[in-house]
């Protein structure tokens, strides 16, 4: 099911930039919450992140961003802070269950969607975590024009 005119819109939003080999995935979640700790700053709940490339050889590149509670973050050169993030014009399909093989299924769904309709992708995709302690699924999010 892919979901039209969705939007990403948040206030004060960090990230960092990685470079890894997919299954170094988890290592990096827990880098980037230790450097949120380490600068002490406040996770409000949203957290996402973005594949900035076509994985070759297994090796990604992303960026994972949190929502925090400060408004000010001094200028870092691990992190990068944005007190607005706003993407729009997006499509929206969500997945839970078998990860690997469902986000593939997903990326498919939406880029047949964006063919289908005679749309261009305008942003990487972006994979929000979201759920609770019973349920968590994920939602693929991408800028289409």
């Given at each position: 099911?892919i979901?039209?005119?969705?939007s990403i819109?948040?206030?004060?939003?960090?990230?960092?930039?990685?470079g890894?080999?997919y299954?170094q995935f988890?290592?990096?979640m827990?880098?980037?919450?230790?450097?949120?700790h380490?600068k002490?700053?406040t996770?409000?709940?949203?957290?996402?992140y973005?594949l900035?490339?076509i994985?070759?050889d297994?090796q990604?590149?992303?960026e994972?961003?949190?929502t925090?509670k400060e408004?000010?973050?001094p200028?870092?050169?691990?992190?990068?802070f944005?007190?607005?993030?706003?993407v729009t014009d997006m499509?929206?399909?969500y997945?839970?269950?078998d990860?690997?093989?469902?986000?593939?299924?997903?990326y498919?769904?939406?880029?047949?969607?964006v063919?289908?309709?005679?749309f261009e992708?305008?942003?990487?995709?972006?994979h929000f975590?979201?759920g609770d302690?019973?349920?968590?699924?994920?939602?693929?999010?991408?800028?289409v024009?």
């Open positions: 099911m979901v039209e005119n969705d819109e948040l206030k004060n939003v960090v990230s960092r930039k990685y890894l080999h299954s988890p290592e990096v827990k880098d980037f919450y230790q450097l949120l380490d002490k700053l996770p409000t709940g949203t957290l996402f973005t900035n490339n994985p070759i297994e990604m590149a992303v994972v961003f949190a925090v408004s000010y973050v200028q870092d050169t691990d992190l990068f944005r007190s607005y993030f706003t499509i929206m399909t997945y839970f269950g990860v690997e093989k469902l986000t593939e299924l997903a498919a769904e939406l880029i047949r969607f063919e289908e309709n005679d992708l305008a942003s990487p995709f972006f975590f979201k302690q019973n349920f968590q699924y994920i939602e693929l999010k991408v800028g024009r």
